[in-house]
């Protein structure tokens, strides 16, 4: 009996662009292997292994990691993997990291989350935390009873930096000038799969109804109404 093919697929989009949270679900419906090129370089700089140290000296100049060594994080993980499908998330970000990878392995498919700017910069500026507990509110879908005070102690809500507007931009225009190239690439070899939306919920069953396609759904809950 021959094996079904594997899928090599990759997700990308912006900050803010429910990015995770449709991972999350991919892999619940379809088993995938999630390899998340944040959550790599985070588990080798504590384990400080040769790559993790490099790469938090870049970042503790406030430095780009280059690109040899994020290919090199990325594709030696990818090499215990070639019996699985997976999904890569934040990997390639240039198009020098994307050659890289074609030269170890066929992608299959390149989900793109379109989703305009100004909907995610109201999505996350409306983002505000307690500190103390870490509970978050958002001024759109889950507001605090009283603007601007915790619901359980009364203290005051705070904005992170990261969630300020000026640099909600700032952070937008840096991934589009970073992976603009990226899209084009994977666009011209046909590989690209963009879905357009301003929520979730809504993209989600697109994404569920294209990966159908292409395998089977894993998980044990009702296939009709995945979540």
Known sequence: MVAPPLLRAVIMGPPGSGKGTISARIIKHFGL???????????NMQRRTEVGILAKSYIDQGRLIPD??????????????????????????????????DKVCQID???????????IKCRLT????????GRVYNLEFS???????????????????????????KRLQAYDAETRPVLEYYREKGLLKSFSGTETNKIWPHIYAFLQTKLPDVSQKDAATPR
């Open 33 to 43: 292997k999630h390899l998340s090129s944040g959550d790599l370089l985070r588990d």
């Open 109 to 119: 498919t390149v989900i793109d989350l379109d989703v305009p700017f100004e909907n």
């Open 143 to 169: 507001p605090p009873k009283v603007r601007g005070i915790d619901d359980i102690t009364g203290e005051p809500l705070v904005q992170r930096d990261d969630d300020k507007p000026e640099t909600v931009t």
């Open 126 to 133: 409306a983002r505000w935390i307690h500190p103390a507990s």
């Open 68 to 101: 040899d060594i994020m290919t090199r994080l990325m594709l030696n993980e990818l090499r215990g993997l070639d019996r699985y499908n997976w999904l890569l998330d934040g990997f390639p970000r240039t198009v020098a990291q994307a050659e890289a990878l």
